[in-house]
C-alpha cells in the first residue's frame, strides 16, 4: 500500500537508526542526521517531482506514463515502511534493480519476502533484477541474499598511527601534479581484470574527469615505490558517506609489478596521514567478494560497518 511521502528528516532518521552503532560513537547524531535529510532529500524528489520522471522514463522505460517512474513510500506488513525506487547499474537500462535502503525500522530476515513482493508490485513492469537493501549486519547475514558492496570505515585521526606494522621505508604517497599516469593505471585495472573475471563488475577505474577533479581539489595522490610510479589514491568529499563528514574513497589502484606486497593496509595509513582534517571518516565501499580488498582495508584499521545485499527478484 502506497503512503504519503515522509519529509527528508524522518527518511533520514530512519536510515540513522539501521546503522552500525560504532559509527554513531564517531559522529553527533544531530550532525548526522542534518546531513542525511540532505541525501535523502533526492529521495523526496524522485517521489514528487513529474517532471523528473518524466525524464527518467523517457531514458529507462519508454512508453511508460512518468508516474510509473516516481518513488513509492510502501507498507511492506504492518509495521515495516519502505522507500522503494528505481535504480539501473551503472545507468545501464538493462541493469534494473529496486532500492530499498531506506526501510522504516532495521531488517531482519523475516523481513526479505515481504520486501520483494512488495517491490515486485510496483516496479514489476519494469523487470527488476534484484530488491537492494541496506543493513549494519555483517555479509552473510540474511539467507538467500547475494552480496554487494561493503562499507568500509574509521576515523582519519585514529588511522594516522598505522597498524602493527611499520610503513615499509620504500613506499611513499605525494600529491599528483599531472594525470599523465591514468592509462598505467587503466591497464592496472585490465590486468586484474583478466585474473579474476568477476573483477569487471565489482570495480572500475575513476574516470579521468572524476580525477581531474580531486587533483584540483588537492586529494589526488600519486604512490610512489622507491621513487617509482606505482599507483594512484584519491578521495573527495562528497560520496556514499552514510551521513558522516567523511572523505569517501574514489580510486585506489597498484600497478600489476607492486601488487602482492602488503602495501595495501599502509596505503590507509599514508593516506589518513596525508588527509588535512583528521575530524572526518575515512569511508570506502568495496564489493564483499573483494577479499583482498576488504582485507587491507580492515588490517589498515577500518571496519565493516554494513553494506548492500541484493534479493533475486522472481521477475528479474
Same mark, same amino acid.
Given at each position: 500500500?502506497?503512503? &504519503?511521502?515522509?519529509?527528508?528528516?524522518?527518511?533520514? %532518521?530512519? /536510515? $540513522? #537508526? *539501521?546503522?552500525?552503532?560504532?559509527? @554513531?560513537?564517531?559522529?553527533?547524531?544531530?550532525?548526522?542526521?542534518?546531513?542525511?535529510?540532505?541525501?535523502?532529500?533526492?529521495?523526496?524528489?524522485?517521489?514528487?517531482?513529474?517532471?523528473?520522471?518524466?525524464?527518467?522514463?523517457?531514458?529507462?522505460?519508454?512508453?511508460?506514463?512518468?508516474?510509473?517512474?516516481?518513488?513509492?513510500?510502501?507498507?511492506?506488513?504492518?509495521?515495516?515502511?519502505?522507500?522503494?525506487?528505481?535504480?539501473?547499474?551503472?545507468?545501464?537500462?538493462?541493469?534494473?534493480?529496486?532500492?530499498?535502503?531506506?526501510?522504516?525500522?532495521?531488517?531482519?530476515?523475516?523481513?526479505?519476502?515481504?520486501?520483494?513482493?512488495?517491490?515486485?508490485?510496483?516496479?514489476?513492469?519494469?523487470?527488476?533484477?534484484?530488491?537492494?537493501?541496506?543493513?549494519?549486519?555483517?555479509? &552473510?547475514?540474511?539467507?538467500?541474499?547475494?552480496?554487494? %558492496?561493503? /562499507? $568500509? #570505515? *574509521?576515523?582519519?585521526?585514529?588511522? @594516522?598511527?598505522?597498524?602493527?606494522?611499520?610503513?615499509?621505508?620504500?613506499?611513499?604517497?605525494?600529491?599528483?601534479?599531472?594525470?599523465?599516469?591514468?592509462?598505467?593505471?587503466?591497464?592496472?585495472?585490465?590486468?586484474?581484470?583478466?585474473?579474476?573475471?568477476?573483477?569487471?563488475?565489482?570495480?572500475?577505474?575513476?574516470?579521468?574527469?572524476?580525477?581531474?577533479?580531486?587533483?584540483?581539489?588537492?586529494?589526488?595522490?600519486?604512490?610512489?615505490?622507491?621513487?617509482?610510479?606505482?599507483?594512484?589514491?584519491?578521495?573527495?568529499?562528497?560520496?556514499?558517506?552514510?551521513?558522516?563528514?567523511?572523505?569517501?574513497?574514489?580510486?585506489?589502484?597498484?600497478?600489476?609489478?607492486?601488487?602482492?606486497?602488503?602495501?595495501?593496509?599502509?596505503?590507509?595509513?599514508?593516506?589518513?596521514?596525508?588527509?588535512?582534517?583528521?575530524?572526518?571518516?575515512?569511508?570506502?565501499?568495496?564489493?564483499?567478494?573483494?577479499?583482498?580488498?576488504?582485507?587491507?582495508?580492515?588490517?589498515?584499521?577500518?571496519?565493516?560497518?554494513?553494506?548492500?545485499?541484493?534479493?533475486?527478484?522472481?521477475?528479474?
Amino acid at each position: 500500500m502506497d503512503l &504519503g511521502i515522509p519529509a527528508a528528516r524522518e527518511l533520514g %532518521r530512519c /536510515f $540513522l #537508526a *539501521a546503522q552500525h552503532p560504532l559509527t @554513531r560513537l564517531w559522529v553527533d547524531d544531530a550532525v548526522r542526521l542534518n546531513m542525511l535529510a540532505e541525501q535523502c532529500a533526492d529521495d523526496v524528489q524522485l517521489a514528487t517531482d513529474l517532471d523528473v520522471a518524466a525524464s527518467r522514463a523517457q531514458r529507462f522505460a519508454p512508453g511508460l506514463p512518468a508516474e510509473a517512474l516516481l518513488n513509492r513510500w510502501t507498507a511492506a506488513n504492518d509495521d515495516l515502511n519502505a522507500m522503494l525506487s528505481m535504480r539501473w547499474e551503472g545507468g545501464d537500462p538493462n541493469k534494473p534493480f529496486v532500492d530499498a535502503t531506506v526501510t522504516s525500522r532495521p531488517l531482519t530476515g523475516d523481513d526479505l519476502p515481504v520486501l520483494v513482493r512488495a517491490g515486485a508490485e510496483v516496479f514489476g513492469a519494469l523487470r527488476p533484477r534484484y530488491l537492494r537493501l541496506w543493513s549494519a549486519a555483517p555479509p &552473510g547475514r540474511f539467507v538467500g541474499t547475494r552480496p554487494d %558492496r561493503r /562499507f $568500509l #570505515a *574509521a576515523p582519519v585521526g585514529g588511522l @594516522r598511527a598505522g597498524f602493527e606494522q611499520s610503513v615499509p621505508s620504500e613506499l611513499m604517497l605525494t600529491p599528483t601534479r599531472d594525470l599523465d599516469h591514468y592509462q598505467d593505471a587503466s591497464a592496472a585495472y585490465d590486468d586484474i581484470d583478466h585474473e579474476h573475471r568477476a573483477h569487471a563488475e565489482q570495480a572500475q577505474i575513476a574516470s579521468r574527469r572524476a580525477l581531474e577533479q580531486s587533483l584540483r581539489a588537492g586529494t589526488l595522490f600519486d604512490i610512489a615505490v622507491e621513487g617509482h610510479w606505482a599507483g594512484y589514491v584519491s578521495v573527495r568529499t562528497k560520496g556514499e558517506s552514510l551521513g558522516m563528514p567523511a572523505y569517501v574513497v574514489q580510486e585506489l589502484v597498484l600497478a600489476t609489478k607492486f601488487r602482492g606486497r602488503g602495501y595495501g593496509p599502509h596505503l590507509t595509513t599514508l593516506l589518513a596521514r596525508a588527509l588535512p582534517d583528521e575530524t572526518r571518516v575515512l569511508v570506502g565501499a568495496v564489493h564483499a567478494r573483494n577479499r583482498g580488498a576488504r582485507q587491507a582495508a580492515e588490517r589498515g584499521g577500518r571496519t565493516d560497518v554494513g553494506g548492500w545485499i541484493q534479493v533475486p527478484h522472481k521477475t528479474g
